[in-house]
C-alpha cells in the first residue's frame, strides 16, 4: 500500500530540490554540483551549435563563397563535439562510480539512524515501507536525476540559448522564440498542483483497494469456507471498478492540463513559422533564415513536449529526497548528562503517563509502581491495558510524556543507551532468528563468548539434541531451515540467547503463549534456568504461573488497579480474584458433555 | 519476506525476468486497444513527418516564387500538425484507459482465481504476499501499459517509415543517417552484451539488501537488546558493499559503450552529418536545397523517436518482475472440480488409507491414515507439534487434496463434490479469527446474505456473544473489521463462532479454536464452543489436552502416522504416546515463577 508514500506531495521549489540534492550527495556535493553545472553548460552550447545553422544556411544561399560555409560548419561541429564532451565530463559523476559511493553512503547513513532513532518511532512504519526508502527511494534519488536534469535542460535552456543568439540575426524571430519557449515553465507550475490533487484522489483510492484486497487475502480461508469468495466478493469488483472510474476521471483532470502545454507549445511553433513565412513574403528576412529556423525548431519540439513527461518523474525525486531528510532529522531520543551507572537494579515507574503517537488516549496513566531487585514481578491485565507498554519505557523504546523510569534510582534517559540496552534481556512472544548459523544467533548477544560458554547457554536452554539433529549442526544457517524449527526450538534459541547475555534485568513477555504442551515444558525449564537472581519482569496470561511472583501488579486500561502477592490479591476479593475463579472454570471444561455450565 | 518470488520464502530465488514477447502476453485481455492506441500513435508520428514535409515545401515555394504565400504547403502544415496532436492525445487516452481496464480485470482474474487454488498454496505464499500482487504489482504495471505501448510503437515505426522516406529523397543522406544510428546502436549492443548476466547479478545484490533491511527493520527490537546492531549492521552493511562492488563492475564494463551510444544516438550527431554531407552535396548542385531541407527535419527524428523509451526503459523494467509474480500466481494450478458430483448422504468422515506430501520433494507429512467419524460424535486430534494433526484437520476442506488414499465425507470422495457442496456441509473455526470490514451482523451472515435479523441473534446469544455486541455504541451495526472498532481476540473468536452457528453444517472442524482468548474471555468462548458443538460431528485439533478429556474418539498422532486411538481413560492406561503427553501437560499447567517468597517451591528441572 502506498497511500503514506503518494499522499500531497508537498510542492517544492525547484531551488530548494536542488539544495536537497547537494546535502543527500553529501561529501561528493561539490564534484555533484560541477557535474550539474556542466550540464547546463551543454545544454546551452547544444543552443549555439543549433542556432550557427542560420550564418550556414546563409552562406550556402548566397553560394558566394565556400570559405564561410566551411567556416560555419567547423564552427557548429565544434560547438556539437564541446557540447558532447561536457555532458561526457557531467557523466563522470555517475560513470566513475561517485553516484553508486554517494548511494551507498547514503544508505549507511539510513542505517545508522535507524539504530538511533527511538525504536517507536521506527514501529511506525511499515517494513515495506523502509525497504522502499533504503532501496528504492535512494536510487530515485540521485541514479535518474541526472538523466532527468539533463532533459529538462535541453527542453529548457537550449531553447533559450538559440533564441537569445537568433536576437543577433532577427530580432523579431529571437523575440518570438523568447516569447514561446519560457512559457512552459508557468505553465508547468500551474497545471502541477492540479495534478497533485488528482494524485491524493487517486492515492486514497488505491490505499482503499489496498485494503479491500488484504482482506480478501486473508480472509480467504472463511469467505471460502462461506462460499462468499471469488465471484461472490461483490463488495471487492465493486471496488475495483470504482477505481477504475476515479482513475479514468484523474487521468481527465491530468490529461487536461498536459494536452493544453503542449498544445500551446505546437501552436506557438506554428505562429513563429507563420510569421516567418510573412516576413519573407513581405521581403524582410532571408528565406534561407526561415529554412533555418525550421530546422532548429523542428529539433526543440520533441523535447518540450516530452518536458511533462520527464517533470512528473522530477517528482518522484522530489518526494524521495523528502523522505529520506525526513528519515534522517528524527532526533535520537534525549540524554541526561551527566550520565550516571546504577549499582542495584530495582525498577521504578514514577507517575508515568505515556501516549502512543499514534493513539488518542494514553496507554499508560499516571501509573507508579516499584518492582523489587533480585525479584519476580508479574504484569497482569486484559490485552492492551498497558503492560507490554511499560516493558517498552523501560528499555527505552519511547520515552514517557510525564513522570519517569528509574533502574537502581537512576532515570533511564541518564544511562547511557548501550549500557541500558546490556542491563536487560528479553524474551518475546514471537522469536526474531536471524538469517545465519545458529551460533551466531546465539552468539550475538555476547561476540566475545567462547564456544565453551555458547555451548553451556544452549544447554542450560535445552538446544542441544535439536541442534544436534540438524543437519550441519551448529553452523546450520537458519534462513535455509528456519521454518523447520518448531515454535519451541526457536523459542529456546532466543533463551539461549538470553542467558549468554546474562543481563541482571530479564522481561518475559508471553514467552509459551504460543507453543504446544511438549514444546512448552522444555521453555518453561529452559527458562527457570534464565530468571535465577534476576530482576525479573513477567507477562502471563495464565495466572498459575506466576502465582508464587514477589509482587503481581494488576493493571486495568493503563492503571495500576491492584498489587500485592497472589494470597493478599484472592483475598481482596477484586479483579485478580475475578480472573482467577474464571481461569479454574476453564479448566474443569468437559467438552464430550455439551450442556456442562461452565461457570458453575 | 522477500518481495521477489512468492513461494520459497526463505530460499528466495529471484524470479527470471520474462522475455519482452512474454511480458506483452499480460496485456491480453486488452490486446484490442492497445492495438488501438499503438496505430494512432504511429499515424500520429507519420502526419508529424508530413508536417516537417509540408514546411520543406513552404520553403521551396518560397525559393520558387518569391513574395508570395505558400498557401497550400502552409495549410498542410497547420492540418498534419493538428491532427498529430489530436492523434497524439487520442493514443494517449487510449492507452491509458486500457491500462486501467487492464487493472481491474487482472485484479478480478487473481481474485477468482485464488478462489480456486488449494488454501494450501496461499498460506504457503501468505496473504500478504498475495494481497502484494494484486494490488502493488497490478498498480506496478501502469507505466508499461499506458505509457510505453505508444513510444514502442513509435520507436518502430517512425525510423523505418523515416528511412523509407529519406530514400526517395535522397539515397546517399538516408544512407548516411543510417549509419550513424547502426554505429550507435552497434556499440549499444556491445554494451548490452552481457547485461542479462548483470542484471542477475544486480538483482541479486540488491535482494540481498533488501533481506538485510527487513531484517534490521523487523528485528530492530532484538537487534537492540542483543547486540547494539553491530552483527545485523554488520551484514546490512556487507550487503550494501557486495550491491556497490555490483555496480561498480557494471559500470567499468559498461561504462564506455554505454556513453558513447548516447553521445551518437542523441540527434546533433546525425544532423551534424547530415549538414556536412548535404552542405558538399548541395555545393556540388547535385541535391536540391529544398529536399535537403526535408532531409534535415525528417532524418533527425529517427534517433529522438527511441530516446523516450530509452528513457522509460528502467521503469518498463521494473515491471518485469512484477509481471513474472502475476503471472506465477495466474498459472498456479486450480483444484479439479468433478465433472459429475455425488451427494454426500449423512454426517460422517473418514480417511481411507490417507497419505499426503506438502511437495514432490518433501517427505510424507502423513502416512497412511485410516479413521471413520460417526455422524454426530466427537473426535479429538492430539501429538506434538509437526505430527500431523492440523494437516489432517485441513484435508478435510481440501486446503490440499490427499496424495494417496481418500477421504470420504458422508460417504463420498471430496474429491467427487463440488466445493459449494462440501462447503454446505462442513464448518470451521480457525485459531486465526477474520473479520471483514462491515457491520457485526453482516460478518456474522457471511455466506447467507438473506439471513434475517432474529437469526443472527439467536446464533449471536448462543456464540455468548449477543451481551458485548448490544454493549457496543450501535449493537449489531457496529463497524469491525481493519478500519473498524477494535475487539479483543475472544469476542472476534465468538463472532465467528455465531458464524459458524448461524451456518449450521452437519460437520464442524475445529482448529485451536481457544488459542488466543484471554482468561475471562476463555470461559464465555467455550460455552460458545459447547452451544456449537451440539448435534454436530466434530472434528477438533487440541493442544490444551483439558479440553478433549471426554471426546468419543482421541486420535493421536506422531510424525505423521495415527499411533493410538480411543478414549481418555484407555489411553492414559495403554501409557503410551498419549499418557506421556498428558504427563508433560498437566506439568506445564502446574509451572510456577518463583520469586524469593519463602512458601513457594521451586519445581525441579528433570535432569535428561
Known amino acids: 500500500m502506498s497511500a503514506a508514500l503518494e499522499s500531497t506531495p508537498r510542492i517544492t521549489s525547484w531551488r530548494e530540490t536542488y539544495r536537497q540534492l547537494l546535502r543527500a550527495a553529501g561529501a561528493h556535493a561539490a564534484s555533484l554540483r560541477t557535474s550539474l553545472i556542466a550540464l547546463a553548460l551543454a545544454a546551452v552550447v547544444q543552443g549555439l ?97 541526472l538523466m532527468i536534469i539533463d532533459l529538462i535542460m535541453v527542453a529548457v535552456l537550449t531553447p533559450l540559448a538559440t533564441a537569445l543568439a537568433l536576437l543577433a540575426v532577427d530580432w523579431r524571430l529571437g523575440l518570438a522564440l523568447l516569447l514561446i519557449f519560457p512559457i512552459i515553465v508557468p505553465l508547468y507550475r500551474w497545471r ?17 483497494t489496498s485494503a479491500d484486497i488484504l482482506e480478501y487475502t486473508q480472509g480467504l480461508p472463511a469467505l471460502r469456507a462461506s462460499r462468499a469468495a471469488g465471484e461472490k466478493a461483490e463488495r471487492l469488483h465493486t471496488g475495483f471498478e470504482e477505481l477504475e472510474r476515479i482513475q479514468a476521471v484523474s487521468h481527465r483532470k491530468s490529461a487536461g492540463p498536459n ?17 516567418g513565412v510573412a516576413w519573407v513574403v513581405s521581403g524582410t528576412l532571408n528565406v534561407a533564415v526561415l529554412a533555418a529556423v525550421f530546422v532548429i525548431v523542428a529539433r526543440f519540439s520533441e523535447p518540450l513536449s516530452t518536458f511533462v513527461m520527464y517533470t512528473s518523474m522530477l517528482e518522484l525525486i522530489e518526494a524521495a529526497l523528502e523522505r529520506i531528510e525526513a528519515l534522517l532529522a528524527i532526533p535520537p531520543l534525549p540524554q541526561i548528562e551527566p550520565c550516571a551507572r546504577p549499582d542495584h537494579h530495582e525498577v521504578h515507574f514514577e507517575h508515568v503517563t505515556f501516549r502512543y503517537a499514534q493513539a488518542d488516549t494514553p496507554s499508560l496513566r499516571d501509573f507508579s509502581a516499584t518492582l523489587p531487585a533480585r525479584g519476580l514481578t508479574a504484569l497482569v491485565g486484559p490485552s492492551g491495558s498497558g503492560k507490554t507498554t511499560l516493558a517498552r519505557l523501560l528499555m527505552r523504546h519511547a520515552d514517557p510524556q510525564e513522570g519517569y523510569v528509574a533502574i537502581g534510582g537512576v532515570d533511564v534517559r541518564a544511562i547511557r543507551p548501550d549500557e541500558l540496552n546490556a542491563m536487560i534481556s528479553v524474551v518475546f512472544q514471537d522469536v526474531y532468528l536471524f538469517d545465519d548459523t545458529v551460533l551466531a544467533n546465539i552468539r550475538m548477544a555476547r561476540p566475545e563468548a567462547t564456544d565453551t560458554e555458547v555451548e553451556a547457554a544452549a544447554r ?15 553452523h546450520t544457517r537458519l534462513g535455509d531451515i528456519g521454518s523447520r524449527l518448531s515454535g519451541g526450538e526457536r523459542q529456546r534459541v532466543s533463551i539461549a540467547r538470553a542467558l549468554l547475555k ?30 535465577r537472581d534476576k530482576t525479573v519482569i513477567v507477562i502471563a496470561h495464565r495466572l498459575s504461573t506466576i502465582a508464587g511472583a514477589d509482587r503481581i501488579l494488576v493493571i486495568e486500561d493503563g492503571r495500576l488497579v491492584e498489587q500485592g502477592r497472589h494470597d493478599e490479591l484472592l483475598a481482596r476479593a477484586g479483579r485478580y480474584r475475578a480472573s482467577w475463579d474464571a481461569q479454574l472454570a476453564v479448566k474443569a471444561w468437559r467438552p464430550g458433555t455439551a450442556d456442562a455450565d461452565v461457570r458453575a | 519476506m522477500s518481495n521477489l518470488t512468492l513461494t520459497e520464502k526463505s530460499t528466495a530465488k529471484i524470479a527470471p525476468a520474462p522475455a519482452d514477447a512474454d511480458a506483452w502476453t499480460i496485456m491480453d485481455p486488452v490486446r484490442g486497444r492497445i492495438r488501438i492506441a499503438m496505430t494512432l500513435a504511429v499515424s500520429s508520428a ?22 508570395a504565400w505558400p498557401w497550400s504547403a502552409m495549410l498542410g502544415a497547420l492540418i498534419c500538425t493538428v491532427s498529430a496532436y489530436l492523434l497524439r492525445l487520442a493514443a494517449f487516452n487510449e492507452s491509458h484507459f486500457a491500462a486501467f481496464r487492464l487493472e481491474t480485470l487482472l485484479r478480478s482474474d487473481l481474485s477468482r482465481h485464488l478462489a480456486q487454488v488449494p488454501m494450501g498454496y496461499i498460506q504457503a505464499v501468505g496473504a500478504g504476499a498475495l494481497a502484494k500482487v494484486m494490488h502493488d504489482d497490478v498498480k506496478a504495471l501502469h507505466v508499461f501499459v499506458a505509457d510505453s505501448t505508444p513510444l514502442h510503437a513509435r520507436a518502430y515505426a517512425v525510423p523505418a517509415i523515416t528511412f523509407l522516406v529519406l530514400l526517395t529523397l535522397d539515397w546517399r543522406l538516408a544512407l548516411a543517417a543510417a549509419a550513424v544510428l547502426a554505429l550507435g546502436f552497434g556499440v549499444m549492443i556491445l554494451a548490452m552484451r552481457n547485461r542479462a548476466e548483470m542484471v542477475q547479478l544486480y538483482n541479486e545484490a540488491r535482494e540481498r539488501v533488501g533481506t538485510a533491511v527487513v531484517d534490521f527493520v523487523q528485528a530492530m527490537p532484538v537487534v537492540r537488546t542483543f547486540d547494539s546492531g553491530t552483527a545485523t549492521f554488520g551484514r546490512y552493511r556487507n550487503a550494501l558493499r557486495e550491491y556497490l562492488e555490483v555496480l561498480t563492475r557494471w559500470y567499468r564494463e559498461a561504462g564506455f559503450p554505454m556513453r558513447f551510444s548516447m ?68 498459472s498456479a494450478p486450480v483444484l479439479p472440480e468433478p465433472d459429475r458430483e455425488r ?94 470490514s462491515g457491520s457485526i451482523a453482516d460478518n456474522i451472515r457471511l455466506g447467507l446474505p438473506d439471513a434475517g435479523m432474529d437469526a443472527v441473534s439467536a446464533a449471536a446469544g448462543a456464540a455468548q456473544a449477543h451481551d458485548f455486541i448490544m454493549s457496543l455504541p450501535q449493537g449489531y451495526d457496529t463497524q469491525v473489521g481493519e478500519r473498524g472498532l477494535f475487539l479483543s481476540g475472544g469476542q472476534r473468536q465468538r463472532i465467528t463462532i455465531a458464524r459458524a452457528i448461524l451456518q449450521d453444517r452437519p460437520i464442524l472442524v475445529l482448529d485451536e479454536a481457544t488459542a488466543y482468548a484471554d482468561p475471562e474471555n476463555e470461559a464465555a468462548l467455550v460455552t460458545a464452543l459447547s452451544e456449537l458443538m451440539r448435534s454436530k460431528t466434530v472434528i477438533m485439533v487440541a493442544h490444551r489436552l483439558a479440553t478433549i478429556r471426554d471426546a468419543d474418539q482421541i486420535l493421536v498422532f506422531e510424525h505423521g502416522r495415527l499411533v493410538e486411538t480411543g478414549r481418555h481413560e484407555t489411553l492414559l492406561a495403554r501409557a503410551g504416546i498419549y499418557a506421556r503427553l498428558w504427563r508433560k501437560y498437566e506439568q506445564a499447567q502446574d509451572w510456577a515463577l518463583c520469586g524469593r517468597h519463602p512458601t513457594c517451591e521451586q519445581p525441579q528441572p528433570e535432569s535428561r
Open chain 1, 192 to 208: 502541477r498542483p492540479a495534478f497533485s490533487r488528482d494524485k491524493r484522489s487517486l492515492a486514497e483510492a488505491h490505499a482503499g
Open chain 1, 49 to 145: 551549435a543549433l542556432a550557427s545553422i542560420v550564418p550556414l544556411f546563409s552562406s550556402i544561399q548566397t553560394a558566394t563563397n565556400t570559405g564561410d560555409i566551411l567556416t560555419w560548419l567547423v564552427i557548429m561541429t565544434l560547438l556539437m563535439v564541446l557540447a558532447t564532451l561536457l555532458r561526457w565530463r557531467a557523466q563522470n559523476f555517475e560513470f566513475n562510480g561517485e553516484l553508486a559511493a554517494v548511494n551507498h553512503t547514503l544508505r549507511t547513513r539510513l542505517g545508522e539512524q535507524l539504530r538511533r532513532m527511538p525504536l517507536e518511532r521506527l514501529q511506525d512504519k511499515r517494513t515495506g515501507e523502509m525497504t522502499e526508502l533504503l532501496l528504492g527511494n535512494v536510487d530515485e534519488n540521485l541514479n535518474y536525476s
Open chain 2, 343 to 436: 451427494m454426500p448422504t449423512d454426517a460422517s468422515v473418514r480417511f481411507e488409507s490417507v497419505g499426503f506430501r506438502y511437495g514432490e520433494m518433501d517427505g510424507d507429512a502423513l502416512s497412511d491414515i485410516s479413521f471413520a467419524v460417526a455422524p454426530g460424535s466427537v473426535v479429538a486430534l492430539v501429538g506434538p507439534s509437526g505430527a500431523g494433526k492440523s494437516t489432517v484437520a485441513k484435508l478435510i476442506p481440501r486446503f490440499w487434496d490427499v496424495s494417496t488414499g481418500r477421504i470420504l465425507v458422508g460417504g463420498v470422495d471430496v474429491r467427487e463434490m463440488s466445493t459449494e457442496t462440501l462447503m454446505s456441509q462442513v464448518a470451521f473455526v480457525f485459531q486465526d479469527t477474520f473479520l471483514f
Open chain 2, 263 to 330: 553521445a551518437v544516438l542523441n540527434p546533433m550527431p546525425t544532423l551534424a552529418v547530415l549538414l556536412w554531407l548535404g552542405a558538399w552535396l548541395t555545393w556540388r548542385d547535385s541535391l536540391p536545397f529544398a529536399q535537403w531541407l526535408a532531409v534535415l527535419l525528417i532524418g533527425t527524428g529517427m534517433a529522438e523517436a527511441m530516446m523516450p523509451l530509452i528513457a522509460l526503459k528502467h521503469l518498463v523494467d521494473k515491471t518485469q518482475l512484477s509481471i513474472a509474480r502475476i503471472q506465477e500466481v495466474l
Open chain 1, 460 to 474: 542450560a536452554a535445552h538446544c542441544l539434541d535439536f541442534i544436534g539433529r540438524l543437519p550441519m549442526g551448529w
Open chain 2, 46 to 67: 507519420v502526419l508529424g513527418l508530413a508536417t516537417m514535409g509540408f514546411l520543406a515545401l513552404t520553403v521551396r515555394d518560397l525559393l520558387e516564387s518569391p513574395g
Open chain 1, 259 to 275: 494536452g493544453v502545454v503542449s498544445g500551446v507549445v505546437e501552436v506557438g511553433l506554428l505562429l513563429i513559422l507563420a510569421s
Open chain 1, 502 to 531: 546474562d543481563a541482571p534485568i530479564v522481561i518475559l513477555d508471553e514467552p509459551t503463549a504460543a507453543l504446544d504442551t511438549e514444546s512448552e515444558v522444555a521453555v518453561q525449564r529452559a527458562i527457570d534456568a534464565l530468571v
